[in-house]
């Protein structure tokens, strides 16, 4: 009966008006490059708070899992992601658009963020609080190797040459060093810059990155390549046959397991849970050497890990009071001001606005599906666009994206100086996703390595004493050496 009350109340006029505005505000804000979902969450909830709780968060839901969505969007079109979270959906939906299969492309990734979504929102209903404990296990030395096994990703989004990709997955992290160090607060690396005491802020950089520097690319390769843009859509197929989601099933559902178990580990998200399920599917697929090439079970499988981080990141937040991410760090302020205080106690306290909320996300999910299939037809029409206008709308979308982050017109430099390092990197055929993982979970190691350390003066055991560690270290070095195993394998057979 509660289940249903909850619902009833979701579905009642005003509030699912408030989150189909949330839906349809989440798809522009996400679609658009630089214009993330905390940004679309944190300029939205002030207000939220003139409108009922209901209300209020069924915008903010919205908001949340669209934007997610969409991000998706102009990762498949331009090649630049509309949210973190859709980098690894550059790998493979950019190619299918270059190949004339957009309109498939943007559907698989509405389908799959769609499941992916409902498959969290089901974990939240049944494991809320054994995936909170589970993440509350996590101290300095479990980070530690989570950030490691991250790491090893580097290899599989390295494409045809792992040693390039190694270069510039170090590189990257030697840029996560700039700012002030995470232990004494030593500058590192600042010029003398207070804006860079907090470091390389991300977003500009992935957007330089994938944004600027693939226009610049286009520039330079117009006259070779007049197609790498305007691509003319092939065929009539917009769907996935029966037989083809049947395949591509087993790596989503074990996509979905993982995402919300790096959901609910504090301070994980999206952008880390879609790179390490993109470089998991490519090590445990059949036909690895697709990946990167335009593979329907890769752009799914970074689309679940998208949409499947939100459960785990809501789980933590509302049994613990931990944020899980960005978001859900707005999302707590949220309930704090409506006089709810996130924790165990909201369950027993407020427990039919927690289901209501539940609602709201599966809801939410349902409204993304046929927003998303709707819309799906009008989007490969960006693609009959002048080259030269496509490339002035996205530079512009780029800045206006980067400056808003911040207000700063330091994110402005570093998104132009990432693009420009994109664009050598393009042209030198250097793989640009180890750059990314590389600055993602640099920080991560390193603060995390230093601490475990001195909490045991210097002595390593403690990678070694940790079930949890073991694990991770363990699935670590299985990721390593998995692909020699399989070629091994492979030849036996034979």
Known sequence: MDWIQAFLGVLQPQVFLYLVIGVVSGGLIGALPGLTATMGVAVLTPISFWLKPECGFAMLIG????????????????????????????????????????????????????????????????????????????????????????????????????????????????????????????????????????????????IGLFGIGEILYQIYTSDSQEKLVVAEVKGTKQFLTPKEFGKL?????????????????????????????????????????????GSLEGLSVSCTANNAVIGGAMTTMLSLGIPGDAVTAILIGSLMMYGMTPGPQLFIENNPFVLTLIAQLILANLVILIFGLTTSRIYPKILKIKKTTLWVVVIMCCIIGS????????????????????????????????????????????????????????????????????????????????????????????
Request: hydrophobic share 50%; glycine share 10%.
């Open 403 to 494: 400056y808003a982050i911040n207000n700063s017109y330091v994110d402005i430099i570093m998104m132009s100086v990432a693009g420009i390092f994109g664009f050598i990197l393009r042209v030198m055929d250097f793989p640009q996703g180890p750059f990314i993982l590389g600055m993602l979970l640099g920080r991560l190691l390193e603060s995390n390595l230093r601490r475990a350390l001195s909490l045991t003066m210097g002595n390593y055991s403690i990678f070694f004493t940790s079930p949890i560690c073991i694990v991770l270290l363990s699935i670590s070095v299985l990721s390593l050496v998995w692909p020699s195993i399989k070629k091994q394998l492979k030849k036996r057979a034979a």
């Open 249 to 293: 099933a087993p790596a989503n559902l074990l996509t979905g397991i993982i995402s919300v178990i790096v959901g609910a580990i504090p301070g994980a998200g999206g952008d880390i849970a879609s790179i390490i399920c993109w470089g998991q599917a490519k090590k445990m697929s059949k036909h690895p050497e697709e990946y990167g090439e």
């Open 63 to 206: 908001v949340y899992n669209s934007a997610i969505w969409a991000g998706g969007v102009s990762a498949i079109l331009i090649n630049t992601p509309g949210t973190p979270a859709s980098i690894a959906s550059t790998f493979d939906g950019y190619k299918l658009t270059q190949k004339g299969y957009s309109a498939l492309a943007l559907n698989i990734n509405t389908v799959y963020s769609v499941l992916g979504g409902l498959f969290s929102s089901l974990c939240l209903i049944f494991f809320a609080f054994p995936l909170a404990h589970f993440a509350l296990q996590f101290g300095p030395a479990e980070y530690t190797t989570l950030a490691l096994f991250g790491l090893t990703m580097m290899v599989s989004v390295s494409g045809i040459s792992p040693i390039k990709g190694l270069l510039v997955g170090f590189l990257g992290l030697l840029f996560s060093t700039v700012g002030l160090d995470s232990i004494q607060a030593y500058k590192r690396y600042t010029l003398n810059n207070s804006a860079l005491l907090d470091g390389l802020n991300f977003v500009p950089m992935m």
